[in-house]
T-cell receptor, first 114, second 109 residues
Framework: DADVTQTPRNRITKTGKRIMLECSQT?????MYWYRQDPGLGLRLIYY???????NKGEISDGYSVSRQAQAKFSLSLESAIPNQTALYFC?????????????FGPGTRLLVL | QKEVEQDPGPLSVPEGAIVSLNCTYS??????FMWYRQYSRKGPELLMY????GNKEDGRFTAQVDKSSKYISLFIRDSQPSDSATYLC?????????FGTGTRLQVFP
């Protein structure tokens, strides 16, 4: 089984709808992240969480919210979807060893907002 | 100016070629340097990391860091069609991890 899973894998929605993307991990990591990936822009950080009670905004948090329900679960919500939120979304976990952080990514959710 | 710059490609090479992928950065505080590989419709996965200037070799892959020039490279020897993917450089300091935009590589038979 995959260590980091994302649901759904693909989603088509309409402008104005609220949607939730879910992420679960079995790696036992405290740190979890949500990124979006767009052609030519690379990976951009939306939100991150270093433990269940810790939520931090990334560089592009406007229009998004998150919930860390448990160590293993981190959900991303689009409150009112708009077309420029069409992108590939990745959840990641990370571990830090000897000062070096390694991130482990889920398979991604492809979102299309019409 | 972006903290990390990476040529987006695409880079198309014949099987067996030596491939050079590069990133430059502006933040001299970066301590760790990584290369992630992302296959189509998959999430990125860590390929190599290094934290000091010089070369680190792993099979057909060599990661090179030049801190004085703020430049890192990934070399792939004897490239294979299975190496076709997007390669992202990443750099970190303390709790901050910054990714490059990725270079798409196509190795044709």
């Amino acid at each position: 089984d995959a260590d980091v899973t994302q649901t759904p894998r693909n989603r088509i929605t309409k402008t104005g709808k609220r949607i939730m993307l879910e992420c679960s991990q079995t790696k036992g990591h405290d740190r979890m992240y949500w990124y979006r990936q767009d052609p030519g822009l690379g990976l951009r950080l939306i939100y991150y969480s270093f433990d269940v009670k810790d939520i931090n905004k990334g560089e592009i948090s406007d229009g998004y919210s998150v919930s860390r329900q448990a160590q293993a679960k981190f959900s991303l919500s689009l409150e009112s979807a708009i077309p420029n939120q069409t992108a590939l979304y990745f959840c990641a976990t990370s571990e830090v060893r000897g000062g070096r952080e390694t991130q482990y990514f889920g398979p991604g959710t492809r979102l299309l907002v019409l | 100016q972006k903290e990390v710059e990476q040529d987006p490609g695409p880079l198309s090479v014949p099987e067996g070629a030596i491939v050079s992928l590069n990133c430059t950065y502006s933040n001299s505080a970066f301590q760790y340097f990584m290369w992630y590989r992302q296959y189509s419709r998959k999430g990125p996965e860590l390929l190599m990391y290094t934290y000091s200037s010089g070369n680190k070799e792993d099979g057909r892959f060599t990661a090179q860091v030049d801190k004085s020039s703020k430049y890192i490279s990934l070399f792939i020897r004897d490239s294979q069609p299975s190496d076709s993917a997007t390669y992202l450089c990443a750099m970190s300091v303390t709790d901050k991890l910054i990714f490059g935009t990725g270079t798409r590589l196509q190795v044709f038979p």
